[in-house]
């Protein structure tokens, strides 16, 4: 009977209602923040007239799973998003920041056990284990390691058991979302259920929505042609919850349930669905869910790539411009590089996008991109006015800040922030609530204690950012010039080099490595295996995917550049051996010389194109760089490099490894040796 409500308010079944038949009663309504005695009614807000027949099939099945007590359409409004924070706010998921200095912006503390992506609980589900998982022989032991599966079958067994009435007493908001600008031929629809106000304002910074979505879909070729997306924050067992909550591990403010947590992909049915965090790319299914795991199958399918990367648009003082997309694994620097303040006179960045990027030729031959996304989802511990002063800019206005610190003058609290404020004379309640933190404090067992979490975020709109490309929001997206590849190797890997050709390149993006950080909540690798930055993002076959990057140059095309970065080399006493931040420009003007095809600045290595030493310009710098040293290929470190990239190759592709990557890995032990 509730499908009979949705499709009679959709205009697709003109029938008489009987709110008193038995299948349609309910002993609850709810408002939006929480339960309501109501008249046995299905409440419904929102322009359901907006929803097609396909649409109304999605919503309908899991209104009759779920059990909700109330509809609303999303339509992206102010006055949407100022009635999702109040409702927050009363329910104490929320607070305001109330200093001067910050305009509309919000502070949230999540459940200290819904801190981070959970990759462990991350599956993609098809027919055939082979499609997700390289099936050719490994080596004895290896485990794989990159995207995880399950069969579509035992994942629905596993959701039944979880998604039946979960959302009781609840509203369900339905999120109408365009990934990329809307209407652009780059683009595509999702529309997400959700029953957290949290996602639906989350969703509005960090995607397109509204009733125009959904108006685009209806008038597109293919109506039926949208990404589901399922997400609901569980239903905890209450005794348990009882329990944790007595031992301060659970916040009875964010509902959760994180002992059943399940975030599956189904990329032959376009669907996605998020069973029991409340958390980012957990619940944001417009995110990593979307923009890369099921696009990245749709964008094999269809003949482009999704990707980790950023978007950026660098101008030399002579005018030149190019765009770079650059993947680096989370929390190394990308949010930083996109918004960078040049050291270097004359020279100008502006932004795209710091996090996703899908790339797709022309017919001209020119490799294009969008930022599929509309805001920044950006990791706030480091971030300060000296590592990147934009974004320290524009976190001042219509901002929602997860697991950071707040303090009694009304604003809020990171570690490396460098407030103008002692810290020790004003009162900063902790992401974990504690009321008097100070830096000193430390566990029974001597841990620090930290202000906010170390994956504490900001959420801000891409429109906030002073230094946004006017052309962020093109339908035909940007030309890519180059494309960078980098990680946090503190050892081995040389400040800069470039690919011999596009084939090196690919390999490059395969054997990436980086030292861990604290973006995933279930990781305990020092030093992991991250190619192209997508480990925890592969939507397909590893094995494929490289066939899919291999097989994109063809003749009449331009390929781009591509480069390999380290900020993050370190001394004997740990030190930084190269200062970064607004000082990389120096190694993009190098990247400029070489896009222009200038030989004089480089010189063959066994591992690639190196600069020469007066390649890069670094006598200026204070204190004074030894250029030799971070341009140095250490045979012996590199044959140990060689050695652990083809262990982990072999071992998560055996016989599905490319020839072309075999090939790649062959000459790199010649050139060593």
Not at 99 to 127: F, Q
Not at 138 to 152: D, F, I, T
Not at 243 to 249: D, P, T
Not at 368 to 380: K, T, W
Request: aromatic share 10%; proline share 7%.
């Amino acid at each position: 009977m509730m499908c009979s409500v949705i499709r009679q308010a959709a205009g697709l079944m003109p029938v008489e209602i009987n709110c008193n038949q038995p299948s349609f009663q309910k002993a609850q309504s709810t408002t939006y923040g929480g339960t309501a005695s109501h008249d046995n009614r299905l409440e419904l807000e929102g322009n359901f007239s907006l929803l097609n027949s396909s649409a109304c099939d999605f919503l309908e099945q899991y209104v009759d799973i779920c059990q909700p007590s109330k509809l609303h359409l999303c339509d992206g409004s102010d006055a949407e998003n100022s009635l999702m924070c109040e409702v927050m706010r009363q329910s104490g998921m929320i607070r305001p920041l109330t200093s001067g200095e910050y305009s509309n912006c919000w502070a949230v503390r999540t459940d200290p056990s819904d801190v981070a992506r959970l990759e462990s609980k991350t599956l993609i589900c098809t027919p055939q284990e082979g499609q997700v998982v390289p099936q050719g022989a490994r080596q004895p032991g290896a485990q794989n390691m990159l995207a995880k599966w399950m069969s579509e079958e035992d994942m629905d067994i596993q959701m039944k058991d979880r998604l039946p009435g979960c959302m009781k007493g609840r509203c369900m908001y339905i999120i109408p979302f365009s990934m990329g600008p809307v209407g652009s031929p780059l683009s595509k629809i999702g529309i997400q259920l959700t029953d957290s106000p949290y996602v639906v304002a989350s969703m509005r910074v960090m995607t397109r929505i509204g009733s125009d979505i959904l108006a685009t879909l209806n008038n597109s070729e293919q109506p039926s042609a949208f990404v589901r997306c399922m997400h609901s924050v569980g239903r905890a067992d209450q005794s348990d919850f009882a329990q944790r909550q007595k031992a301060n591990m659970r916040l009875p403010t964010w509902p959760c349930d994180p002992d059943r947590v399940l975030i599956a992909h189904y990329p032959l049915r376009r669907e996605i669905v998020s069973y029991g965090s409340g958390y980012g790319g957990n619940s944001l299914l417009g995110k990593k869910c979307f923009a890369l795991r099921i696009a990245s199958w749709i964008g094999r399918d269809e003949g482009w790539l999704a990707e980790h990367m950023l978007i950026m648009r660098v101008r030399n003082p002579e005018g030149e411009v190019r765009y770079f997309a650059a993947a680096f694994p989370s929390a190394c620097g990308k949010t930083n590089l996109a918004m960078m303040e040049p050291a270097l006179p004359g020279w100008d960045v502006q932004c795209i996008g710091d996090d996703i990027a899908w790339l797709k030729f022309d017919d001209e031959g020119r490799l294009r991109a969008i930022n599929p996304e509309n805001g920044f989802f950006g990791v706030a511990p480091g971030t300060s006015m000296k590592t990147n002063p934009n974004a320290m800019e524009m976190v001042h206005r219509n901002t929602i800040f997860t697991n950071v610190a707040y303090t009694e003058r009304g604003d809020v609290y990171w570690e490396g922030m460098d407030p103008s404020y002692d810290l020790n004379e004003t009162k900063v309640i902790s992401w974990r609530g504690i009321p008097y933190w100070k830096p000193d404090m430390r566990t029974m067992d001597g841990e620090k204690i930290t202000a906010a979490h170390p994956n504490s975020r900001f959420c801000t709109p891409l429109s906030e950012c002073k230094v946004v490309d006017p052309l962020y929001n093109s339908a035909e997206g940007v030309p890519i010039d180059a494309i960078i590849f980098g990680g946090r190797r503190p050892d081995t890997v040389p400040l800069v080099y470039e690919s011999f050709d596009w084939a090196h390149g690919v390999f490059l993006g395969s054997a990436m490595r980086s030292e861990t950080t604290k973006a995933a909540a279930d990781v305990t690798e020092r030093m992991r295996h991250d190619p192209f930055a997508m480990r925890p993002f592969f939507g397909y076959n590893f094995g494929q995917y490289l066939e899919h990057w291999l097989s994109l140059e063809k003749p009449g095309r331009k390929m781009p550049g591509i480069f390999h970065v380290n900020w993050f080399l370190r001394g004997e006493q740990n030190e930084f051996l190269w200062p970064g931040f607004g000082e990389n420009v120096r190694i993009l003007e190098w990247m400029f010389k070489r896009l222009n095809g200038d030989d004089s600045v480089a010189q063959p290595s066994p591992i690639g194109i190196l600069p020469t030493e007066d390649g890069i310009r670094f006598s200026d710098l204070s204190p004074a760089v030894d250029m030799k040293r971070l341009l140095t290929v250490d045979r012996e470190l590199w044959a140990d490099e060689e050695r652990a990239v083809r262990l982990f190759l072999e071992g998560q592709l055996g016989t599905d490894c490319p020839d072309g990557i075999a090939a790649q890995l062959k000459g790199l032990r010649e050139r060593l040796q």
